[in-house]
């Protein structure tokens, strides 16, 4: 899928367009809208502060499934929090989550929190203060 917005140029190819036989754009596009949406390999359960649902729906779009109820946040400055499942197609794309912070809770699966923790620990030592010479 591409973003429209971003195109700022093109060039017509010398070559005729080809059409899939038996398809129109409509199933064409149901097709590959269907494929992105069930194409994943982790489904990561996770909590996410209120004050974050937004930005994490327009992140995350519709990987981001939200469920229809709000659960307690184990956050004193947010009352509540919104539970999700965000699919991902590896284990290496749960890093899109850092920039959440201390705002996103993962529940599930174990090694989604696990490479988390990996992944904070590795930036944690690279910004650990040097030893004083």
């Known amino acids: 899928m591409y973003r429209l917005e971003r195109i700022t140029t ?9 059409i899939r036989e038996n398809q129109t754009l409509a199933t064409v596009a149901a097709a590959l809208i269907d494929q992105w949406e069930h ?3 982790i489904e990561v359960s996770a909590t996410i502060d209120q004050t ?5 729906q327009r992140i995350f779009g519709l990987r981001l499934v939200p469920d229809d109820h709000l659960v307690p946040d184990d956050h004193e400055e947010s009352a509540t929090g919104h539970k999700v499942t965000i699919r991902f197609l590896r284990l290496e794309d749960v890093r ?13 699966p174990t090694e989604a929190r696990a490479h988390l923790r990996d992944l904070v620990t590795d930036l944690a030592h690279h910004y650990a203060p040097s030893p004083p010479s």
């Open 52 to 56: 974050q649902i937004e930005r994490a």
């Open 10 to 18: 093109w060039k017509e190819v010398d070559r005729p367009r080809r």
């Open 96 to 108: 899109a989550l850092l920039p959440f912070g201390s705002a996103i809770t993962v529940h599930s």
């Open 39 to 41: 194409d994943h390999a």
